[in-house]
């Protein structure tokens, strides 16, 4: 067993101490591999295999082969797009949202461990995935935050826990700021925030240097030119991408390279990107500004130690950030811990949300 990586906060005169553990939880990967089963992303004529409901959505049912899970696919109708979503299980609400190019195929091996704790709805945010998008869309990552809390309120969720990773955990970060703003807002009586939790899995942030450099380049003319005719254009310099994506080639599940590229073939998806990245240096200063608004939210931050597009070492400044957070590295993984150690990241992942008290976590590391 490694020993964890230590983790202290310092104290500063006149600054309050936070309660946070004192140590990260170091995670060695287990030497069982986790089933991997790919969930349904599409049907060859959706609209015929859609049911729609009287609230307008549309659904048809799927599940999980590997554990039996159902899973239902529904479509609900927002006012930038049309929105894909796929639900699951019962309890407690959590909204999973994926970081950019990604979709809600990213928690297939996620969903069906959650589903025995959590009502759980895995959004391919408009533009991405499956889902559409209208031209021109506001693609800020508060705009992005205020569609999710659009997506709650539309099915009627009152209260919710919400995950997100990479970009997504960015947006995630913003619905905090969202709901904390908003509770402020209310009279004494109603006072409090719909959000209870927050997960973060390798999100952006003002400590990563690489986003900072690459992505006005990206979003740059010359740059989204560059891109949309090489990256855009030839699968296997996607792939090479993914690929890089994670601490051990080795370990990528067989269905991914195909799975983050279907959006490619049946949506605008690289344009969408685009439009995510010429935001991307004002969005990391409204983040900046947004984080003191949310360190009072129970917060688990989860991230591969070889981790090449938001850098591991930025992961300390940000959970000093809160006052009661729980950093998860995992070793020698990369950015896609929930593909890369899926056995482990459910793991860690289900004790927080069912607050078992480190049933699993001790000072050396993880049992």
């Known amino acids: 067993m490694r ?58 049912n799927l599940r999980d082969e590997e554990s039996g899970v159902a899973i239902e696919e529904h479509r609900l109708e927002l006012a930038g797009g049309c929105m894909r979503y ?62 999710i809390l659009q997506f709650a309120d539309a099915l009627g969720i009152k209260d919710f826990d919400v995950l997100g990773t990479s970009h997504g955990g960015g947006v995630a970060i913003m619905v905090a700021a969202v709901c904390a703003e908003r509770s402020t807002e209310r009279s004494a009586e109603r006072k409090g925030s ?23 380049f990206v979003g740059s003319a010359f740059g989204s030119m560059l891109f949309l005719n090489s990256f855009a254009r030839w699968r296997s310099l996607h792939d090479l991408g993914l690929r890089r994506m994670f601490g051990d080639t080795s370990r990528i599940p067989p269905d991914s390279l195909d799975g983050y590229f279907m959006p490619a073939l049946k949506n605008h998806v690289f344009h969408h990107g685009l439009r995510v990245v010429r935001n991307w240096t004002a969005d990391l200063a409204e983040l900046e500004i947004a984080l003191p608004k949310i360190r009072d939210y129970p917060t688990l931050l989860m991230w591969g130690t070889s981790d090449r597009a938001v850098h591991f070492q930025s992961a300390e400044p940000l959970r000093r950030n809160f006052r009661d957070a729980r950093l998860v590295a995992f070793e020698g993984v990369g950015h896609l811990p929930y593909e890369e150690a899926p056995e482990d990241f459910n793991r860690a992942l289900v004790d927080f949300l069912i607050g078992t008290p480190n049933s699993h976590f001790s000072e050396g590391g993880f049992d």
């Open 194 to 216: 719909r959000l209870h939790r927050l997960v973060l899995v390798a999100p952006v942030n003002p400590w990563s240097r690489h986003g900072k450099r690459l992505a006005p």
């Open 86 to 147: 796929l639900k699951a299980g019962s309890g407690p609400a959590l909204i999973l949202i994926h970081g950019l190019m990604g979709y809600s195929f990213s928690w297939r091996f996620t969903i069906p461990a959650l589903a025995p704790h959590a009502t759980v709805y895995a959004i391919d945010n408009l533009g991405a995935g499956l889902s559409t998008a209208a031209e021109g869309m506001d693609c800020t990552v508060r705009a992005t935050a205020e569609r």
């Open 3 to 60: 020993d964890a990586y230590e983790s202290r906060v310092p104290k500063k005169e006149g600054e309050p101490y936070f309660s946070s553990p004192q140590a990260i939880d170091a995670v060695p990967l287990s030497e069982t591999p986790s089933a991997r089963t790919s969930l349904p992303t599409e049907t060859e004529h959706p609209e015929e295999k859609f049911v729609a409901t009287p609230a307008g959505e549309r659904h048809r």
